[in-house]
């Protein structure tokens, strides 16, 4: 990956979460500092102009909702996708998909010659069938093997999150 203008947006959430209490930070932006840190690249937070609740069953039933209905919430703010070559996009695995909010940024971009890379953080689902979701929401780009990580390890145990994070990133660099 040297040489290339590298990406990493993601989507996470802070608040009361499965396992690991109330955090201050998401598990998956854990993995995605640790991403643009070896990366060099740049970091893009996807986020909602309306925050899903800090109390964790009432986000599920949201993000339920919204699942079922195909939703595109409103993001804010954007980043010009097209100046990158490789663009990690990472999410919480949610209902064995992706958070809609992530489906309303895929959408707005061109991702024809791109290389996508998918990371989540999940509670025993793993990246479920996102990768093969993320194929056909980005038309045109070359995804590569995901990541999957327990939250509880990002939120937890971060130098082992580093490990597998490093040893997955040097597999896909070679
Ligand atoms: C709305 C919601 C739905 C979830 N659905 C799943 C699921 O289907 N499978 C799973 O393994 N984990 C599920 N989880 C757990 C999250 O994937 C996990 O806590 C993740 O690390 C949260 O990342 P974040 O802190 O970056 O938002 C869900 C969590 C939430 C809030």
């Known amino acids: ?15 009361e979460n499965y396992n690991v209490g109330k955090i201050s930070k998401g598990n998956t932006h854990i993995i995605a500092e640790m991403i643009a840190e070896e990366t060099g690249g740049k970091l893009f937070q996807i986020e909602p102009v309306n925050p899903y609740p800090d109390e964790y069953n009432a986000c599920v039933d949201i993000a339920k ?11 804010k703010g954007d980043i010009a996708v097209e100046k990158y070559d490789v663009i990690y996009i990472g999410y919480p ?11 309303t940024f895929i959408e707005k ?20 069938d996102t990768e093969n979701k993320i194929k056909k929401a980005c038309d045109g780009a070359t995804v ?7 939250g509880t390890t990002a939120q ?19």
């Open 109 to 128: 971009h061109d991702w024809q010659g791109k290389t996508v890379i998918p990371f989540c953080t999940h509670e025993g689902s793993g990246l479920s």
């Open 65 to 75: 909702t919204e699942k079922e209905n195909k939703s595109r919430p409103v993001i």
């Open 144 to 150: 590569l093997n995901g990541l999957a990580i327990r």
């Open 156 to 174: 937890k145990s971060q130098e082992q999150a580093r490990k597998t994070t490093k040893g997955w990133l040097a597999n896909h660099s070679r």
């Open 1 to 15: 990956m040297k040489n290339k203008n590298v990406l990493v947006a993601y989507f996470s959430r802070t608040g």
């Open 93 to 103: 695995n949610w209902w064995g998909d992706m958070p809609m909010p992530v489906y």
